[in-house]
């Protein structure tokens, strides 16, 4: 059971919207940045999105990022069958002074 | 060209433990930077292990503390990882990452291929 809580699923079709929550608390998401990664099958996991909201050079400005509270989403604009992966959101939490992973969610591109 | 590639031995008994290396290339890790090992169990998500700075401090997830231990050895600009007395729950593909930004002990930007470790007898 992950500390930071996503959807194990979402779902859209290609061209449309999709967006991933990840929920956490004051001491983590609530006073820390947020990351976003992609994992496709069977690679390391890519970095999309770091501080919240910033994009690595190379990620299209189809991903983006926004926090508010405890809570941080990420959206995907203009789907793509290749978005189909899994995406995990990633904070550093003050109290357990550890780096949390989200429980990952699974975006299927209909 | 920052890059990263795990080694080790891909079958570990129960009890026994879990040695990996991170060989480092297109960086010294000695000049800066935090570079952490995180553990995938088959069809499962991300679990941080631990973190070791160029200087040598280290940080562990605190429900793995008691049984790991990263060291760095900049002679060989290569990092490494021991876990003790493994379980079939230590099952895992195991990456070595390097964040985005030398301040920060997140945000992985640069990370290994992973290697897959199989606890069993």
Redesign the interface.
Known sequence: Q?VLTQPPSVSAAPGQKVTISCSGSSSNIGNN?V?W?R?LPG?????LI??NNQR?SGIPDRFSGSKSGTSATLGITGLQTGDEADY?C???DSS?????????TKLTVL | QVQLQESGPGLVKPSDTLSLTCAVSGYSIGSDYKW?W?RQPPGK????IG?IYHSGTT?Y??SLKSRVTISLDTSKNQFSLKLSSVTAADTAVY?C?RP?SSTV?????Y????TLVTVSS
């Open positions: 992950s940045y990351s990664y994992q690679t390391a996991p890519k970095l770091y501080d690595p995990y990633e904070t550093w357990l002074r550890a780096v949390l992973f989200g429980g990952g | 952490g995180i998500g991300l679990e941080w973190t940080y997830n605190p990456y990452a985005r002990v997140n945000r992985f930007d990370w290994g291929q992973g």
